[in-house]
C-alpha cells in the first residue's frame, strides 16, 4: 500500500526529508523542487538498491502524481519506504 501527501502538507515538512524527483534530467533542469534529487524514473526501478535504502523514507514526485504514484507501489513492493506527492510539480507550483 502507497501513502500519499498533498503538496501543501509536503510544505511543513520539507526541511527534513529526502525528496526524490522522477521527471527527466531537462525538466530537473528547468526547475524543480529546492533539495530534490533528480533520480529519472526508469533508473529508479531498474536499480533501487543503487539510490535507496530501505532506512529511510522517500518523498517522490513526477510532473502531475501519477508515475510517482507507480513509482511508489513498485518501490513500496520491494521493501521501501516511500511516499507519492500527490499532484507531482504540477501541484506544487499552485502551493507556491
Known amino acids: 500500500m502507497s501513502s500519499s501527501i498533498s503538496a501543501s502538507e509536503l510544505k511543513k ?3 527534513n526529508i529526502n525528496i526524490i524527483d522522477i521527471r527527466s534530467i531537462s525538466s530537473f533542469n528547468n526547475n524543480h523542487i529546492l533539495g530534490a534529487k533528480n533520480i529519472p524514473f526508469n533508473s529508479l526501478i531498474i536499480s533501487p538498491n543503487k539510490y535507496l535504502d530501505k532506512y529511510n523514507t522517500y518523498y ?3 510532473q502531475k502524481g501519477q508515475k510517482s504514484l507507480k513509482a511508489c507501489q513498485i518501490l513500496n513492493s520491494l ?3 516511500t511516499v507519492n506527492i500527490i499532484g507531482g510539480y504540477e501541484a506544487w507550483i499552485l502551493e507556491q
Open 13 to 15: 515538512i520539507i526541511n
Open 60 to 62: 517522490i514526485y513526477c
Open 79 to 81: 521493501g521501501y519506504r
